[in-house]
Nanobody, 121 residues
Framework: QVQLVESGGGLVQTGGSLRLSCVAS????????MGWYRQAPGKQREVVAV???????NYSDSVKGRFTVSRDNAKNTVYLQMNALKPEDTAVYYC???????????????WGQGTQVTVSS
């Protein structure tokens, strides 16, 4: 059973930084895409930043220049370095992975349980 486990959320002041981590376990599998989404109260879940296995990245316009997504493929881990945080970044951040199970060669979408990020003004 594949699991994504996030860590690193918390409370930070405007202009501060946080680093989120997410580890995938329960293989054997191959990770195609891994990254982060977020959902603020009363809003739909939106993409924040994702990275392909080939290191191609895609960022939301609202976080470009402030957030950096990276992966450690050997550790099945994705990171999100968040700098210059703003109150509007407050949300539950979810780890996402598009994974191919080697048992049946099929692709599946997986989500972490979410970690709260709160930016105070």
């Amino acid at each position: 059973q594949v699991q994504l486990v996030e860590s690193g959320g918390g409370l930070v002041q405007t202009g501060g930084s946080l680093r989120l981590s997410c580890v995938a376990s329960g293989g054997p599998f191959s990770i195609n895409v891994m990254g982060w989404y977020r959902q603020a109260p009363g809003k739909q879940r939106e993409v924040v930043a994702v990275m392909s296995s080939g290191s191609t990245t895609n960022y939301s316009d609202s976080v470009k220049g402030r957030f950096t997504v990276s992966r450690d493929n050997a550790k099945n881990t994705v990171y999100l370095q968040m700098n210059a945080l703003k109150p509007e970044d407050t949300a539950v951040y979810y780890c996402y992975a598009r994974i191919r199970l080697l048992s049946n060669w099929r692709l599946y979408n997986y989500w972490g349980q979410g970690t709260q990020v709160t930016v105070s003004s």
